[in-house]
């Protein structure tokens, strides 16, 4: 059988577009340049400043400490890869062609909410690889950390198709290690879509950990391959972990095939402040009772295209099945190849949609 995948056609020159207007913007191509546009944040104290860093196609490898941001004064934050120009005026909307490597030192890229600001961060269109975090005071993420549990920031958080990859954190013994991203804000928006969260480890939670009180909005996520290493029968390991006061609504995901020792499970859905409501997922081992179920949880192979590409293959139960209506929030207009995010009868469950040209019984 011969498949062809209808890929990275959108890496032709696209119009570039922040999610600001934005007063500050850089465009950088080398890690140093990255560094400098972190540590050069505006500050206006009136939340008249955003920043806009437009990140240049390429590998970005961290330096002692991992990238570092903060955002203190109120100020609004996008970062975002694929930029192809020496303007960043044409971008790719492909997350593996911009790559931040924590050469397995430190964590990656860790944005801080100093003094609770009421900003809007947005990351995407990123890699990230390769991060070794560990802290020994606080919350730590191999990948990207935004923001703290304690205390967390005011604003509003969009983390939009990236790609976590092969990241590493390393518990201090009572805060959050988290092997991919970890994201806290009390913000009236919180939005986790179109990522791809595969061979992340940590000891109790692999791949992402998001906390709000709040409702939290993930859909068409993939995480494969993520390893929770310690999980115990009182406290499992958890592929992905969550707090919240209101609904974690979980759309279109695809848990399957992470590893772990005893006692772990790609989530946990009980608890007091694990409040969920599902629709259309394909979670291969969970625990705990649901709030709400909106459609069906599916509990099936995937039959991903190869087991280094978790793309959907054409024999896929998860071409088209997702939710008939739009995910609370909101659907993106593409996928994590910056393919049309519909291009069937349905969405497909997970980060990729399928668009197979044509499909024969011949070699």
């Given at each position: 059988?011969?498949?062809?995948?209808?890929?990275?056609?959108?890496?032709?020159?696209?119009?570039?577009?922040?999610?600001?207007?934005?007063?500050?913007?850089?465009?950088?191509?080398?890690?140093?340049?990255?560094?400098?546009?972190?540590?050069?944040?505006?500050?206006?104290?009136?939340?008249?400043?955003?920043?806009?860093?437009?990140?240049?196609?390429?590998?970005?490898?961290?330096?002692?400490?991992?990238?570092?941001?903060?955002?203190?004064?109120?100020?609004?934050?996008?970062?975002?890869?694929?930029?192809?120009?020496?303007?960043?005026?044409?971008?790719?909307?492909?997350?593996?062609?911009?790559?931040?490597?924590?050469?397995?030192?430190?964590?990656?890229?860790?944005i801080d909410t100093i003094?609770?600001?009421?900003?809007?961060?947005?990351?995407?269109?990123?890699?990230?690889?390769?991060?070794?975090?560990?802290?020994?005071f606080e919350s730590s993420?191999?990948?990207?950390?935004?923001?703290?549990?304690?205390?967390?920031?005011?604003?509003?958080?969009?983390?939009?198709?990236?790609?976590?990859?092969?990241?590493?954190?390393?518990?201090?013994?009572?805060?959050?290690?988290?092997?991919?991203?970890?994201?806290?804000?009390?913000?009236?928006?919180?939005?986790?879509?179109?990522?791809?969260?595969?061979?992340?480890?940590?000891?109790?939670?692999?791949?992402?950990?998001?906390?709000?009180?709040?409702?939290?909005?993930?859909?068409?996520?993939?995480?494969?391959?993520?390893?929770?290493?310690?999980?115990?029968?009182?406290?499992?390991?958890?592929?992905?972990?969550?707090?919240?006061?209101?609904?974690?609504?979980?759309?279109?995901?695809?848990?399957?095939?992470?590893?772990?020792?005893?006692?772990?499970?790609?989530?946990?859905?009980?608890?007091?402040?694990?409040?969920?409501?599902?629709?259309?997922?394909?979670?291969?081992?969970?625990?705990?009772?649901?709030?709400?179920?909106?459609?069906?949880?599916?509990?099936?192979?995937?039959?991903?295209?190869?087991?280094?590409?978790?793309?959907?293959?054409?024999?896929?139960?998860?071409?088209?099945?997702?939710?008939?209506g739009v995910p609370p929030?909101?659907?993106?207009?593409?996928?994590?190849?910056?393919?049309?995010?519909?291009?069937?009868?349905?969405?497909?469950?997970?980060?990729?949609?399928?668009?197979?040209?044509?499909?024969?019984?011949?070699?």
């Open positions: 059988m011969k498949t062809a995948h209808f890929l990275f056609t959108i890496t032709s020159c696209l119009a570039a577009g922040s999610a600001f207007a934005s007063t500050k913007s850089a465009c950088v191509s080398n890690s140093g340049e990255l560094a400098s546009a972190l540590a050069n944040l505006a500050s206006a104290s009136d939340n008249s400043d955003a920043n806009d860093i437009r990140v240049r196609v390429g590998r970005y490898v961290a330096p002692a400490g991992g990238f570092t941001a903060a955002v203190t004064n109120h100020h609004d934050l996008a970062i975002s890869g694929g930029y192809l120009d020496a303007a960043c005026t044409q971008q790719s909307l492909d997350a593996s062609l911009t790559v931040l490597d924590g050469n397995h030192t430190d964590g990656v890229l860790k003094a609770l600001p009421a900003s809007d961060i947005v990351v995407s269109v990123l890699t990230f690889q390769d991060g070794n975090a560990a802290s020994p993420a191999g990948g990207l950390k935004i923001g703290d549990p304690g205390p967390i920031s005011n604003g509003r958080i969009r983390v939009e198709r990236n790609v976590f990859r092969n990241n590493n954190a390393t518990s201090n013994g009572f805060s959050h290690a988290v092997g991919g991203l970890l994201a806290a804000t009390d913000g009236d928006s919180f939005i986790v879509r179109d990522n791809l969260f595969v061979g992340n480890t940590a000891s109790d939670v692999a791949a992402a950990f998001f906390y709000s009180n709040f409702e939290i909005d993930v859909s068409n996520n993939t995480f494969a391959g993520n390893e929770a290493t310690a999980g115990t029968a009182d406290v499992p390991g958890l592929t992905m972990d969550f707090f919240t006061l209101a609904p974690m609504m979980l759309t279109n995901n695809i848990f399957w095939g992470n590893l772990g020792a005893d006692h772990t499970f790609d989530l946990d859905l009980g608890g007091t402040f694990r409040h969920a409501t599902l629709a259309n997922n394909d979670i291969q081992l969970a625990t705990g009772m649901t709030q709400a179920q909106t459609d069906s949880t599916l509990q099936v192979d995937p039959l991903f295209a190869h087991s280094d590409d978790f793309r959907l293959s054409v024999l896929s139960p998860l071409i088209d099945a997702g939710f008939a929030g909101g659907l993106s207009a593409v996928d994590l190849d910056g393919a049309p995010r519909v291009a069937g009868d349905g969405i497909d469950l997970g980060a990729y949609e399928s668009s197979f040209i044509f499909v024969d019984d011949f070699e």
